[in-house]
């Protein structure tokens, strides 16, 4: 008997002494665990409090669609809301349907003078239309074509005269040339090409 109260005494010892002090391992893990656990309830209240700000949100926009409805109109608001109605749909069918216009409007739109008919020479078969544009004084079209023309009808008579001198140097004698000129007016607006 001895021998078995003896045993109970030491377990009964080690018992109490080792439930006051744990190992660190144990301790640790203890720790985690409650951090574990309270991170999980943290996660959980933030989740139910998401769920109830959604389910708030639902409800005010059910609230807003209820009271949103049109509000209550008297006979003659809706006579005025029928008539522009009526005019839009109006208004969109006449843009669908083709433009009918009258001769004298087409006259108005289409009748112009042509401008370039004093300029233009006629001429009836291909001899007529061959000695026209062979002709040598054809009236230029606008000041730059004219310059083109001067420029290639003058060039070669200035490099014959002036051997020595570069591209540059004589077209810019030529523009002096061409404002010179005294059947050429000269022209604010004009400049070197």
Known sequence: KEVVKSKQEEDAFWKSAGEGQKSKAAAKKEEEH???????????????????????????AKKKEKVSLAPKQTMAERNAQREREEQERASAASSKKKNIVSEDEYDKMVGHENINSGLAQSARGVDAALSLLSMEEQVPMNQKAAFKAFEERELPLLRAENKGMQLSQLKEMLWKMWKKIARQPSQPGLSAP
């Open 34 to 60: 409650a951090k574990k656990l309270e991170a999980a309830a943290k996660k959980q209240a933030a989740r139910e409090q998401a769920e109830a700000e959604e389910r708030e949100l639902v409800a005010a």
